[in-house]
C-alpha cells in the first residue's frame, strides 16, 4: 500500500501495489495483474458479469414468462390511473391504459430529447 495519494502522473497501478488478497489469490490461482487503472477493470468486470448472468437466466427462463408479472402491474398502475374505480369497460380500460402508457413514454422521451440538447 502506498503512504501518500498517487500523484497526477501516475494514473496506472502498477503490480507492486496489488492487495494482500489478490496476492493470496495469485499464490493457488494464475491471475495477470494487469496495468489498467482499477475503475476500468472493475466496470469492464461488471460488464461480463452482468452479460453472463443474463445470458445464463436467458437459457433458463422464457423471457415474456419471467417479465409477465412485472409488465402486467406496471399496465395496471395506467389502469388506476385511468379508470380506479373500475366504471369502464374492461375493453374501454385497457385502451385508454394503452394510450397513458404511450403519453408517459412519448413524455419521458421528450424530455430526454430536450436534457441531451441542454448544455452541460
Do not use: C
Not at 31 to 44: D, F, L, R
Not at 82 to 97: F, K, P, Q, T
Not at 101 to 112: F, P, Q
Amino acid at each position: 500500500m502506498r503512504s501518500s495519494p498517487p500523484a497526477a502522473s501516475d494514473q496506472y497501478e502498477s503490480a507492486a501495489v496489488v492487495s494482500s488478497e489478490l496476492r493470496t489469490l495469485r499464490r493457488t490461482w494464475r491471475v495477470t495483474v494487469t496495468t489498467k487503472p482499477a475503475s476500468q477493470s472493475n466496470s469492464a468486470e461488471r460488464s461480463l458479469r452482468a452479460r453472463l448472468a443474463a445470458h445464463t437466466l436467458h437459457s433458463q427462463v422464457d423471457g415474456k414468462q419471467h417479465t409477465a408479472a412485472a409488465r402486467a402491474g406496471f399496465l395496471r398502475r395506467f389502469e388506476d390511473l385511468v379508470d380506479s374505480d373500475r366504471i369502464l369497460s374492461a375493453g374501454e380500460r385497457e385502451r385508454r391504459a394503452r394510450h397513458a402508457l404511450k403519453a408517459h413514454m412519448t413524455g419521458l422521451a421528450l424530455r430526454s430529447a430536450q436534457a441531451r440538447r441542454s448544455p452541460k
